[in-house]
């Protein structure tokens, strides 16, 4: 199995999430063994994998919790590309110092052939090209929705959403709503951008949108009236999928609801 294996819609989160965090050890176990950077000449193998191991480990771990504050606090798991690239170049010069302290440790010599300069550089590289491909993997199933974007809400563009919308995280907040869920006194907002927890009723949550944004297809559940328009008569019966892991059910009244949807108006 590929890394672009690993990164297509009917890979598991967890199997995303697994490659991604052993990402920074795959790539060092290659370094160590190509001798990369001119290593081979002052270090065997063993050495060699020590220390590009565990620079690897320190600094991927550096970078993954930067990512991981950026998609919990202002993307709410919406990441845009450029901050992988933010992070690569942020993380740089700390990775740049823990190699240089590494080779102090092991291999002081080679100090006198490299500069602190060049081992930013050699990190912003690695950086980039792990940043890149982690971003691949780690893409929330809900920004790839297809909504259709020709039929917009009526609602959430205008001031009756603004109750919903203003618990959203900054990200999300002009982003298409595409479902709603209840989680006990939450209720899961899953928008084309992604998808956030918000401490709100549902019912009222559903009533703030309009009517005219979506139908309610079950007790517990709301989709937009973009998504719902896609979903087949005979397709609802098995739920309406949202995206690659999520399929909402579709009550009895919820799916009387989406047949009135789709039937020709006079």
Known sequence: ????????????????????????????????????????????????????????????????????SLRRYVFAGALPFWTTIFVAMATAPLGGLIIQQSLRLWVPQALRHVSFGELTAQVLLINLFIGAVTWVLLRKPGERVDVTRGHAQPAQ?????????????????????????????????????????????????????????????????????????????SGSRNGIRVDDDTVLPVSRAGRKLLNELHEPSA
């Not at 590009?52 to 919790?65: E, K, P, Y």
């Not at 209840?182 to 927890?197: C, I, K, M, N, S």
């Open 157 to 233: 563009a205008s001031d009756v959403s603004r109750a919903v919308r203003a618990k959203l995280p900054l990200a999300l907040r002009q982003a298409p709503i595409v479902a709603l869920s209840a989680e006990d006194h939450y209720v899961r907002v899953r928008t084309d951008r992604g998808q956030a927890l918000i401490l709100m009723n549902f019912a009222n949550a559903v009533a703030a949108l309009g009517p005219d944004a979506g139908v309610r297809i079950h007790r517990s559940h709301w989709v937009s009236r973009a998504l719902a328009a896609k979903t087949t008569t």
């Open 1 to 68: 199995m590929t890394i672009i294996d690993l990164a297509r819609p009917n890979t598991t989160i967890a199997s995303r999430y697994l490659l991604a965090a052993l990402l920074p050890l795959l790539m060092a176990i290659a370094l160590a063994v190509v001798g990369a950077f001119g290593s081979y000449v002052v270090m065997g193998l063993p050495l060699r994998l020590l220390h590009f191991s565990t620079t690897s480990l320190v600094i991927g771990a550096v970078a993954f919790i930067l990512l991981g």
